[in-house]
């Protein structure tokens, strides 16, 4: 009598064993499989640089907002962003440089004034000379914080009646 064994426990004779083919053998699937490293190594670039854009656009606005009596109206050094020109509102960081002090809302804003020498100077409205920001009499001029550096108070004055 001979026994007949379930299929799972036959083998047949002189069959090569084959090997189980993996995607790695695929070049249609490595080629994808690259396109979607790539995308994502995109699409997080791009995600980074928009949150730095983001951060970087936060920072430079302006802490308080103003009034339209609070515009053209005189500020202390201090207070604004030489680099962005921007009025900020509160104590911006010192920086002096060969005995004048001028101020900077972030270590990028230092290293600038600290090395630019076009980041401390600016053009007077009236006069069209140019002016050392440190030295300028400085006026907010919208309700972004923006603001104008003058050569002197009589120069915004009469920039004003003009």
């Keep these: 009598m001979h026994t007949i064994l379930p299929p799972l426990f036959h083998q ?5 064993v084959m090997k189980k083919k993996t995607n790695k053998d695929n070049p249609k699937t490595s080629t994808r499989n690259l396109v979607y490293v790539y995308l994502t190594i995109a ?3 791009v995600t980074a ?4 854009y983001w951060i970087n656009h936060q920072q430079l606005k302006p802490s308080v907002s103003y009034i339209q009596d609070e515009i053209e109206r005189p500020v202390e050094p201090s207070l604004v962003c030489m680099v962005n020109d921007a009025y900020m509102g509160v104590a911006q960081i010192p920086v002096p440089v060969n005995g004048k002090t001028y101020y900077g809302c972030c ?5 600038k004034l600290n090395n630019l020498e076009s980041a401390r100077i600016a053009i007077d409205p009236y006069s069209g000379n140019p002016v050392d920001k440190s030295e ?10 923006a603001v104008a550096y003058f050569e002197s108070e009589a120069n915004y004055n009469a920039f004003k009646k003009n």
Excluded: Y
């Design 43 to 45: 699409a997080l670039l």
């Design 12 to 16: 047949a004779p002189n069959r090569k």
């Design 49 to 52: 640089t928009a949150l730095v």
């Design 136 to 145: 300028a009499f400085i006026v907010v001029t919208n309700q972004q914080g």
């Design 107 to 111: 270590e990028m804003c230092v290293d």
